[in-house]
Structure formats: C-alpha cells, structure tokens
C-alpha cells in the first residue's frame, strides 16, 4: 500500500538553496538534526534559530540562508515521519495469520520497541498538541494527521474480525494516542508507577495496559466474524 503524506516534497524557495551540492547538502543535513533535537524538547513557537544554532554549534545567521522556521520544522517533521512510516510496514508484517492475541502482542513488542528507541515522532507531537490549540496551525502537523489516518488503515488490514469504520476509528485513535501519551510523558507516568521512564518495567506495564485495554474488543471482532 503507498502511504502518502501531505505537502511532501515541498520545495523551500529557490532564494533559500544556496550552497546546492554536497556542501550545501551536508549543511542542510547539520542544521535539521540539530532543529530535531530542539524541536523535540521545546515547542514549536518557543524554539529559535539560536537555540537550534547553539545546539548545533554553528552560527544561528546559517540557518537563514537555508531556511525559515516553518520550512525547518517542516523538514524535521518529514524526516522523522518518512522514519516512521517506513518502520510501520515491518510492524505489520505477518500478523494476519496470527490468532488475536498473539497477533497483537507481536504488534505492541514492535510498536514498543521502536518508539522506545525513537521516540522522537511522540515526543513532537507532546510539546505541539496544545500549542496548536493556543496559537493556532503548526507547519507540517497535517502529516500526523495523515499517519493516523494510514495507521487505521494497515491496522485494519490485518486485524481478524469485522470493523465497522466509526469503531476501527475509535480502537485505532485511542490505541495510538496511548501510547504517545504513556511514552511522550513518560517521566511523569513513570514516576507516578515508581518506576524508570525508560526501563523493562515501564515498557511492559505500557504494553499491560494495552493489551487489557484493547484485546477484549479485537477478539469480540473475531467472534462475530465466525
């Protein structure tokens, strides 16, 4: 299935591609991994160019001739949502001839591991939720909009049983935003359980919860389809 995201491969103006080729490319590379690293643990419309410069260790004056801001979160978004994207396939793979429960064991395992490890599409979506809804639209947030709605879509194809679209919906959406919940404030949930935010422990009761949560409704699906 092509997964698709809105505003891919939107240009940034010709006036801000200066320095083309494999110096301007490794610029531009520089100053995105240093924009990811501030994007992702300061919001949106807090962040500045010298905050991203001083991370980076470069002058924030660099940045201009490559980018807005809006055009650098954009890039950060669709970097590590390419990543994401990319590592959704492999979630799915085989699950459709698994039993409920193990198949969505499998798929939490995956999905955990993962965002465990890169948990920088939560952690984006953490700090710009709210801001949103204060300041109004944040550049390139459609594209999360847009994972969701492909997400609903693989996990679909592979789940047994029967969906209609409200309740794939609700299963889908309340299942993803639990785990950008429990793993974006992890340090907080963690806490509160006594345990590390980043630990065996708190990864396992994350996939407790879940698999309590939603494999009562996935094996219903299974048996109405019988």
Same mark, same amino acid.
């Given at each position: 299935?092509?997964?698709?995201?809105?505003?891919? #491969?939107?240009?940034?103006?010709k006036?801000? *591609?200066?320095?083309?080729?494999?110096?301007? =490319?490794?610029t531009?590379? !520089?100053?995105?991994? =240093?924009?990811?690293? @501030?994007?992702?643990? &300061?919001?949106? &419309?807090t =962040?500045?160019?010298?905050?991203? /410069?001083?991370?980076?260790?470069?002058?924030?004056?660099?940045i #201009?001739?490559?980018?807005?801001?809006?055009?650098?979160?954009?890039? @950060?978004?669709?970097?590590?949502?390419?990543? %994401?994207? =990319?590592?959704?396939?492999?979630?799915?793979?085989?699950? +459709?001839?698994?039993?409920?429960?193990?198949?969505?064991?499998?798929?939490l395992?995956r999905v955990?591991?993962?965002l465990?490890?890169n948990?920088d599409?939560?952690? %984006? %979506?953490?700090?710009? @939720? /709210?801001?949103?809804?204060?300041?109004?639209?944040?550049?390139?947030? +459609?594209?999360?909009?847009?994972? $969701?709605?492909?997400?609903? +879509?693989?996990?679909?194809?592979?789940?047994?049983?029967?969906?209609?679209? +409200?309740?794939? $919906?609700? *299963?889908?959406?309340?299942?993803? #935003?639990? !785990?950008?919940?429990y793993?974006?404030a992890s340090?907080? &949930?963690?806490k $509160?359980?006594?345990?590390a935010?980043?630990?065996p422990e708190?990864? #396992? *009761?994350?996939?407790?919860s879940?698999?309590?949560?939603?494999?009562?409704?996935l094996?219903?699906?299974?048996?109405?389809k019988?």
């Amino acid at each position: 299935m092509k997964i698709s995201i809105p505003g891919k #491969n939107k240009k940034c103006s010709k006036d801000r *591609w200066r320095g083309e080729g494999s110096k301007g =490319a490794a610029t531009r590379k !520089m100053i995105i991994a =240093a924009g990811r690293r @501030v994007f992702r643990s &300061h919001p949106y &419309h807090t =962040a500045s160019f010298r905050m991203i /410069a001083q991370e980076g260790g470069f002058s924030f004056t660099l940045i #201009n001739h490559y980018f807005t801001k809006a055009e650098l979160f954009e890039s @950060v978004v669709e970097e590590v949502m390419e990543e %994401l994207l =990319a590592a959704s396939k492999t979630w799915m793979e085989g699950l +459709d001839a698994m039993p409920a429960e193990k198949g969505l064991s499998l798929f939490l395992d995956r999905v955990l591991a993962y965002l465990f490890d890169n948990p920088d599409p939560v952690l %984006l %979506l953490m700090q710009n @939720v /709210a801001e949103g809804d204060k300041d109004g639209e944040i550049p390139g947030f +459609d594209r999360f909009s847009a994972y $969701v709605s492909e997400a609903k +879509d693989m996990i679909i194809q592979v789940a047994p049983g029967e969906y209609d679209s +409200d309740r794939a $919906v609700w *299963w889908v959406y309340s299942m993803i #935003n639990l !785990m950008i919940v429990y793993i974006g404030a992890s340090s907080y &949930h963690a806490k $509160v359980l006594g345990v590390a935010p980043r630990s065996p422990e708190y990864k #396992n *009761w994350i996939k407790q919860s879940l698999m309590y949560l939603f494999l009562p409704r996935l094996e219903r699906s299974v048996k109405s389809k019988k």
